[in-house]
């Protein structure tokens, strides 16, 4: 899955672009609700080795806002992850550059969306 596939989703559904909040990483762009400003998603590219995978490629993340119960169950270490540098209990991480189904990825931004609203 693309990179550009994620920001076109959130903007078409939700009307909100990506910022780049952080200079030293012009990679990463944070989506956040428009009235209150939480954070739902988060679009990194990093070393697949910062997820503990046994590479150094480069691979886009997405983190999103997630149950603690259903993020338990999809945590598989291949294509979902815990958090990369947050909550691990609140959030997780998506590997695009996995097998990962687009639907599945829609879904969880839908989720993530409304869980932090």
Known sequence: MKRSDV???????FDILGEQIFPKYPKFS????KKNEKWF???MQLSASK??????EMIEVLNLKCSPDLAMVLVDERQ???AYHMNKKHWISVNLNSKISQKTVFDLIDESFELSK
């Open 7 to 13: 920001e076109k989703y959130i903007k078409e559904k």
């Open 51 to 56: 997820l503990g995978l046994k590479s150094d």
């Open 30 to 33: 944070v989506f956040r609700h």
């Open 41 to 43: 998603a988060l679009l």
């Open 80 to 82: 979902i992850f815990k």
